[in-house]
């Protein structure tokens, strides 16, 4: 067999793991790379602006499609640019093989020009990650990086490969199977725990399933848990991560739970006799203050991960294995309660306790939203977002029917995610229509992806709700630090919009739209989704709008705020 | 905080000291000491790592240790039938020959051995369970240590049970 390079090894090992986009940025480190991709067929690289945008756009591909998202950057600065967005994908178990170019082998450890030790720095926000010392390895490590990141509980690998060894020559051979000693993930759920829930379901008479992001990443997962809600009449709340993992127009649907989530579903959770949580963890932002969390409950947990069971909360049945499986199970073994009298508890709270908003001549966010939501609902969407009210707004207002339609960062709560994320998820659904829901703050932190989106006519349509603060931490700064809002003004005032975003639009070559009036919206939407290219539509919303219901950080979930509505 | 020991065995590769030395420490847990060495099969190796640590975030170390790709088995020693050892080193002062001749007995009442004699210094070397070698170290200290270098502890699941 003839030999050839550790680049085209490289190359070639991606092309087996079916990789069509890489999203990335050059540098030194990774020349032998770029060369050897020169003109290659298999595979589109995307040039973006920052490397923070690429693994952003890896990130929001793999969530829209399912598949493992690529993205390359060259060692140092370029590498160390990617921590953000590496760290945002492993708090939401999103699988992406990241690949950094490192300095020669012989330099290594010796503050090199451009070096970090990115096996290092990676090392607590990766799943796994290696560095390639020798050509010989590098088939077999992408092989198991693919594999790594994509079974199991998912999440990120990063492969730091130095750029000599781009150079050397090896034989290429890829291996067909994976061998790991110490990573043999469950599938299958123990079938005695399976049938415990199963009859603890049917004793039950206030039953509740807590939906996570999980459903979503175990793909076909929500088709199970649909089944199973439907077939035994039990209410579904989600987390936002789940959102689109149940059918949000459901009857049974009682939205996003959680310190923004609907107060039907908060009030659930506090009075279920039963919480089947599946692939979701039990987040601060969900269960407030944990001693008080669900205090009439057994709770079971599914889960991929066992590190997940019982971390936050203690688990009365706990069921390790994948989600779609062990629902699958759960369907052939569970039998109906009756829970009548406790769906109509909920329809009480459902009417008592409504999401709702001042829905006046004003322009505002919520209705934004469910404008977009009512345009689009026929047609296949994917909403990205932003981070801060933004995001929580279009948790709320927009209904999420099927999974993959939602991508936001949830665990860590990445600024400046949303937009590079959207572009990600637009390359790998071509057909959908995709929107970047956005703050003026957040958008700022990635507005140079502007340039790849409109060279190569990613039609991502970026709908600022622009309220001149940052908001989310002024709403902090308004409720509990007495109006004092430091640090959070971005304009003075909501007119003199800094910077003009329908002027930096179009010196990006896009379509920029400035909307500051309720009647509009809905003439905007339809203009920009006739764009071909990206288009930016400027809101100026009420500058001091809330997001509400919360649940104060660290606070009971009774002592939720409704706001003033 | 109560004491643990867990025995894992790992790949035999660079980098895994690193990953899971990093569990420990990211959560604020004092590593007491840490044991690492090859097994029967070069391709593995076991670490005993002792830590004062929380009951339930320790619970929490160990599934994470169970996650990490490098790490074939993780077993908490602690509650369960283990033998332990660790090895001892003590230089120890001994400037008269009084000094020395009371050093020679403690060290031959209790099994251990002198490996190194200076002009004022006498080094013993002592292996055994925790017990055994912190008597030594305080049979000795009297006389005055200059400096103690120790292993840290390697255990092993007991098979006396089964017997
Ligand atoms: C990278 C990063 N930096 C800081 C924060 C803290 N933070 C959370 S929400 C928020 C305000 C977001 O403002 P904007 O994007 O304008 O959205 P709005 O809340 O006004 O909708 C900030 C600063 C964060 N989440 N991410």
Known sequence: ?565 | MPRFIISALVENKFGVLARVAGLFSARGFNIDSLAVGETEDPDTSRMTIVVDADEKILEQVKKQLNKLIDVIRVQDLTGGKYVDRELILIKVKAENTGVREKIVQVVDSTGAEIIDIGRKTLTVEESGDAHKVGALVELLRPYGIVEIVRTGKIALQSDMENV
């Open chain 1, 1 to 565: 067999m003839s030999k050839v390079t550790g680049a085209e090894i490289l190359i070639k090992s991606l092309v087996e793991e079916g990789v069509k986009h890489i999203f990335g940025y050059p540098g030194g480190s990774v020349i032998p790379l770029a060369d050897k991709m020169f003109g290659n067929k298999d595979i589109t690289f995307h040039l973006t602006r920052h490397e923070q945008g690429a693994v952003h756009a890896a990130d929001g591909y793999a969530r829209a499609t399912g598949e493992v998202g690529v993205c390359v950057a060259t060692s140092g600065p370029g590498a160390t640019n990617l921590v953000t967005g590496i760290a945002t994908a492993h708090m939401d178990s999103i699988p992406i093989v990241a690949i950094t170019g490192q300095v020669k082998c012989a330099l290594i450890g010796n503050d090199a020009f451009q070096e970090a030790d990115m096996v290092g720095i990676t090392r607590p926000i990766t799943k796994h990650n290696y560095l390639v010392k020798d050509v010989n390895e590098l088939a077999k490590v992408v092989k198991e990086a693919f594999h790594i990141a994509r079974t199991g509980r998912p999440g990120p690998v990063l492969i730091d490969l130095p750029v000599d060894v781009q150079l050397q020559q090896a034989e290429f051979r890829y291996p067909k199977t994976v061998d790991l000693k110490g990573y043999k993930p469950t599938y299958k759920g123990h079938i005695g725990q399976i049938k415990k829930l199963a009859k603890t379901m049917t004793r039950s008479k206030k039953p509740l399933i807590y939906a996570g992001g999980g459903i979503v990443l175990s793909d076909g997962a929500n088709v199970e848990i649909t089944k199973l809600a439907r077939k035994m009449e039990i209410p579904v709340t989600t987390t936002m991560m789940g959102l689109g993992a149940f059918p949000g127009d459901d009857p049974l649907s009682l939205g996003m739970l959680g310190m923004h989530g609907t107060a039907y579903a908060n009030l659930a959770v506090q009075e279920a006799d039963l919480i089947i949580a599946v692939g979701a963890r039990f987040d601060d932002r969900v269960t407030g203050r944990i001693d008080t969390f669900a205090p009439n409950a057994t709770i079971a947990h599914i889960d991929i991960d066992p590190s997940s069971v019982s971390k936050n909360v203690s688990v009365d049945i706990p069921i390790i294995g994948d989600a779609r499986l062990v629902l699958k199970e759960l369907n052939a073994h569970a039998r109906k309660g009756d829970y009548a009298a406790w769906r109509g508890k909920i329809a009480e709270w459902k009417r008592d306790f409504p999401l709702k908003y001042k829905n006046d001549d004003k322009l505002r966010p919520q209705y934004i939203i469910e404008q977009i939501c009512e345009i689009t609902k026929d047609k296949d969407v994917i909403i990205a977002t932003e981070v801060g009210q933004n995001q929580m707004w279009a948790a709320q207002h927009y209904t999420y029917t099927k999974p993959r339609t939602w991508i936001s960062s949830g665990g860590l709560g990445t600024m400046g995610f949303g937009f590079p994320a959207a572009i990600g998820a637009q390359v790998g659904k071509p057909d959908h229509i995709v929107f970047d829901i956005a703050g003026d703050g957040s958008i700022q932190m990635n507005i140079q992806e502007l340039a790849m989106a409109v060279i190569e006519k990613i039609p991502v349509k970026i709908a600022i709700l622009n309220n001149g603060y940052l908001g989310m931490v002024r709403q902090w700064q308004e409720l509990f630090y007495d109006k004092r809002y430091a640090w959070t003004v971005l304009s003075e005032k909501a007119a003199t919009v800094c910077p003009d975003f329908v002027k930096l639009a179009e010196s990006y070559g896009a379509k920029g739209i400035r909307i500051s009036e309720k009647k509009n919206v809905k003439k905007a939407i339809k203009e920009a989704l006739k764009e071909k290219g990206p288009v930016i539509m400027d809101f100026i919303i009420e500058r001091e709008e809330n997001v509400f219901p919360m649940v104060p950080a660290g606070e009971t979930i009774s002592n939720m705020l409704h706001g003033l509505a």
